[in-house]
C-alpha cells in the first residue's frame, strides 16, 4: 500500500523509462577528487566516493509524478504496435520545426504532438544549482558565455551538506559542473554528521520527529539554536537532537549579555585573565580551521568561567571576547559591539591575534583520585619533570588526616605479593611518616563517618593493628597479610593512612596496583 495513502494499493506496472548512459560523466567527475583538486572533509569519503563512480550504472531519470520538471520529449502519432518516434526540444515550436524535418511527417501540427508526462528525477534538476542559480540559460547552452553573476561566482569555495546525499547530490553536481562549465563547482566538500532523533533515527516529514526550527528560534532565539547547532558534537558525528543542551546553549548566551553589568572603564588585558585569553584566541582559531567548531564553543564557556570568577571584564577583554563568539552568536555579539560603542561593523572587525609566549601555564593543575573518586587537585609547576610530580603527588596522597580522608584499598589474594611490594615502595619512599594498616574490627570504623565501611563486616579478612617504622617492616606486614588470606580463603580490606594531617590530598592509589589485584 501507499506510503502516503494506507487504503491506496500499489500495483507493478511496467513502461518505458529514460535512461542517462553515466559512464561518460564518472570518467569527468572521479579525477578531480582523486588528484585532490577537490577536497572532501573527512577524507574517509573519498573511498565511498571512489567506489561508486568505479562502479557507475546508468541512471533512471523518469519519474511518475505530477510535479517536477516535466521531460521535454515529444512524441509523433504512430501506428498502432509501431516504435514510437519522438523529438527532445525546449519549446511545443522547436517540437514542431524538428518533427517536420522527419519523413513522412512534413505537415504535422503542434496539437498532433504529446509531450512525455513523466518529470524528471529531482536530481536531475539539483545537479544545475552551482550554474542555474545565478544563470538560468548556460546549464542548457555549455556553449554560452555565462553571465556576469556566474562568472564572479563559479567556482565557489565550500560547500557544507550530509554524507548521505554525497552521491545523490555532490557527485552529480561535480559532474554537470565538469559538463557544463568545464570546471568542478566548488573547492571543498565538508560532509557534517547528521542530527536524529532520541532513537537515533534521522528527522523526516513522514516520521513527524523533527523539531520545527521557527519555533525553536522563536522559543531560544537563532543565535541559541545556531551555537547549540555547532556544539551539539564533532562536525562528522552524527548525534541526537537534545533540547536540554539548546536550554545550555541559551543560558550561555544570557551570561554573555549579562557580561556588561560587569564591564569597566580598564583597556588592555588583566594580569589574572591575559593568558587564559590567549589561550583562548589561539584554542577558538585553531579549532575553526580544523572544523572542531564544539571545542571552540566549550572554550569560550571555559573562559566565561574565568571572567565571571575574577568578577569584572575590561573593554579590550570584552571586545575580544565578542569577537571570538560572533561566528557562532551573530546576533547577540553584534549587538553588544553597538551598545558598547566599539567603531564599525563587528563581523568586519580583524580578528584578535594571540601571543604564543602568553599561552604556555607557569602551572598545572593535577587531579588527585582515590579508588576512582575525585579527592583534591594540586598545582605543580609546568616544567616539573615527571618523577617529581609522581612524588609530589604521592606525598600529597599520603597525607589525608588519619581522623578524615582515608584511602582504602581492597586486595584479593592473587598477586598479594606483587601488590604489596608495588604499593610499600610507592608509599614509603619519600614520605615522612609511618604506615597504618588498620583491621577491618578498628574501633574507628564504628564512627559515623564510618558507616558505608561497617557493611564489609565478615567479608574481609581481619589484619592486626601494625604500625611499621620502615620499609621492610611495610613489607613483611604486607606479607603477613597475604599469608592470612590465604589461609581464610578471603581477600584482604587494607586502610592505609598516615600521620600527616596536613598534607593534601593525592594519587591514584589504584594505579599503584596491578589490576589483578584490585577486588
Avoid at 516535466?70 to 527532445?88: C, D, N, S, W
Avoid at 568561567?305 to 569584572?312: E, H, L, M
Wanted: proline share 5%; glycine share 6%.
Amino acid at each position: 500500500y501507499s506510503e502516503r495513502n494506507a487504503d491506496t494499493a500499489v500495483e507493478p506496472r511496467l513502461c518505458m523509462q529514460w535512461f542517462l548512459r553515466m559512464q561518460h560523466f564518472a570518467d569527468i567527475a572521479l579525477p578531480p577528487v582523486m588528484n585532490d583538486e577537490l577536497k572532501f572533509y573527512p577524507t574517509k569519503y573519498k573511498t565511498t566516493y571512489n567506489n561508486w563512480l568505479e562502479n557507475i550504472q546508468d541512471w533512471c531519470i523518469s519519474r511518475q509524478l505530477w510535479w517536477g520538471h516535466r521531460i521535454p520529449a515529444f512524441f509523433l502519432p504512430t501506428a498502432e504496435g509501431a516504435e514510437e518516434k519522438f523529438v527532445v526540444a525546449e519549446t511545443i515550436e522547436e517540437a514542431v520545426a524538428l518533427a517536420q524535418q522527419m519523413e513522412g511527417y512534413e505537415n504535422i501540427t503542434a496539437s498532433e504532438l504529446r509531450q512525455d508526462e513523466d518529470v524528471l528525477d529531482t536530481w536531475f534538476s539539483s545537479w544545475l544549482w552551482p550554474i542555474s542559480v545565478f544563470d538560468t540559460y548556460k546549464a542548457g547552452h555549455p556553449e554560452a558565455e555565462p553571465n556576469k553573476d556566474l562568472a564572479y561566482y563559479y567556482p565557489t569555495n565550500d560547500l557544507v551538506t550530509g554524507p548521505d546525499i554525497l552521491f545523490f547530490w555532490v557527485a552529480r553536481m561535480i559532474m554537470a559542473g565538469n559538463e557544463f562549465m568545464n570546471d568542478v563547482p566548488f573547492r571543498n566538500v565538508y560532509l557534517t554528521g547528521i542530527v536524529r532523533d532520541k532513537l537515533g533515527r534521522k528527522m523526516s516529514k513522514t516520521l513527524g520527529n523533527s523539531p520545527d526550527p521557527l519555533d525553536l528560534i522563536e522559543k531560544y532565539g537563532a543565535d541559541a539554536v545556531r551555537t547549540f547547532e555547532m556544539f551539539i558534537g564533532a562536525f562528522d558525528q552524527s548525534t541526537p537532537w537534545s533540547e536540554k543542551g539548546l536550554k545550555g546553549c541559551y543560558k550561555f548566551l544570557e551570561r554573555v549579555w549579562n557580561l556588561q553589568d560587569m564591564l569597566t572603564e580598564d583597556e588592555g588585558y588583566s594580569k589574572e585573565l591575559e593568558s587564559a585569553i590567549h589561550k583562548t584566541i589561539k584554542k577558538v582559531t585553531d579549532d575553526i580551521e580544523g572544523l572542531k567548531m564544539n571545542t571552540a564553543i566549550a572554550a569560550l564557556m571555559s573562559l566565561m568561567n574565568s571572567i565571571v570568577a575574577t568578577g569584572k571584564i575590561t573593554r579590550d577583554e570584552f571586545k575580544t571576547f565578542i569577537i571570538l563568539l560572533n561566528p557562532f552568536a551573530p546576533h547577540i555579539t553584534e549587538e553588544l559591539w553597538t551598545l558598547k560603542g566599539f567603531e564599525g561593523m563587528l563581523n568586519e572587525t580583524v580578528w584578535p591575534e594571540f601571543d604564543e609566549a602568553k599561552c604556555v601555564d607557569a602551572a598545572v593543575e593535577i587531579v588527585v583520585q582515590i579508588n576512582g573518586k575525585i579527592k583534591d587537585k594540586i598545582l605543580v609547576p609546568a616544567d616539573m619533570a615527571k618523577e617529581d610530580v609522581e612524588k609530589t603527588a604521592m606525598e600529597a596522597a599520603l597525607g589525608m588526616s588519619y581522623a578524615g580522608k582515608r584511602a582504602l584499598v581492597c586486595m584479593k589474594h592473587v598477586g598479594m605479593n606483587v601488590a604489596a611490594d608495588a604499593f610499600v615502595n610507592s608509599a614509603i619512599t619519600g614520605v615522612n611518616g609511618g604506615l597504618v594498616v588498620l583491621a577491618a574490627d578498628d574501633p574507628s570504623m564504628h564512627s559515623s563517618q564510618n558507616e558505608q565501611d561497617s557493611r564489609f563486616y565478615g567479608k574481609f579478612a581481619m589484619i592486626p593493628i601494625l604500625e611499621p617504622s620502615t620499609q621492610q617492616e611495610a613489607y613483611d606486614m604486607m606479607k603477613y597479610a597475604y599469608t592470612l588470606s590465604e589461609e581464610k580463603k578471603l581477600p584482604v580490606l587494607l586502610r592505609v593512612v598516615t600521620r600527616l594531617a596536613h598534607s593534601r590530598a593525592g594519587v591514584v592509589v589504584n594505579n599503584l596496583l596491578p589490576q589483578n589485584a584490585l577486588n
